[in-house]
């Protein structure tokens, strides 16, 4: 009985990745009119993992009518640093839209769908000053807070190591600035998430060297620009760019499945309940229907909103269900 009443649970993304931030002046209803277009263009953008939205007469539409699909918004104050350190105060509009529809306008608009389960990319920025090599150093704060920000608009989430003196004295700054981001692991980097950023001025310009790894992938390159916070946001388009690609579920891939997925190894109430939860929480499973179970066993049908080879994928990823056979047969054995 307890098995068959946990039928049809869904589960969603994550409400942030459906809520746009923009700069306004005021908070007038002309003002927050104006600026909800912006605000979606945003959730577009985030949700695609896409830089810049192609034409689409159905994006077109989905701007003229993007008060419509408001869900709630509000009004926030927050503070920005510039170059000189002075602080000044702007206002946004943080506008939330309902998801659905707005799952809708992504897939008629035939744009891809970066997938919502995202790893933080925890960043180790390194400025060379010709004479030593200092981990994100604090006069450089700004230009730390705006490629945070940047990050946040297009769907990253970034953090920062925090290490003590101990640590500090241990690190070996050459290995950091070669770009190394597997060194990193023994001072609590992510092993799929970190992001090396080398910066140095020569002559007019600076040039910054990036290291990044994720999604079981490395990537490396240069830029230069003569502002230091123009380099750093170019990198972090770049960083989005290459992490949603690869993680992004095309439109042809887009709509409704149903797998039957067959679990062994659930010895116990809790094993139950914590193999139910897991599939709950996947992102791309949009209700959770059990449909026999047996002794240390148990038979769910999953709808799925992507082909099925993205949910092998997950499952994978996560080792916390192991294949029994072919993983295409959905046939596991639960693990924790």
Known sequence: MLLLGA?????SAPKDLYTGEVVVAGQSTSERDEAVPGALIQVLQKLSGQ??????????????NANRLLLAFRFTKEDRLGPDGSGTDELH??????????DRILQQAGLPRWQADRPVVQVWAVIDDGQTRSLRPLEYQYAWQAMQDLAARRGLRLSWPELDAEEMQL??????WGGFTDYLAQFGAPTDGVLIIAARREGPQWVVRW?????GRHWSWHNRDRELMFALADGVHRTV???AAVNSIAAEDQGQWQVNLSVEGLNSGEDYNRCLAYLQNQVLVTAVDVVAAEPGAAHFRLEINAAPRYLLEAFQRAAVLLPV???ENFRYRFLR
């Open 211 to 215: 290291s990044l790894a994720g999604s």
């Open 325 to 327: 056979g072919p993983a």
């Open 51 to 64: 830089r810049e939205l192609p034409a689409s007469p159905v994006i077109d539409q989905a701007l003229r």
């Open 7 to 11: 039928a049809d649970v869904r589960a």
């Open 93 to 102: 509009l943080v506008a939330e839209f309902r998801p659905q529809e707005v």
């Open 171 to 176: 690190l070996d700054m050459r290995l950091v």
């Open 241 to 243: 760019d290459e992490i």
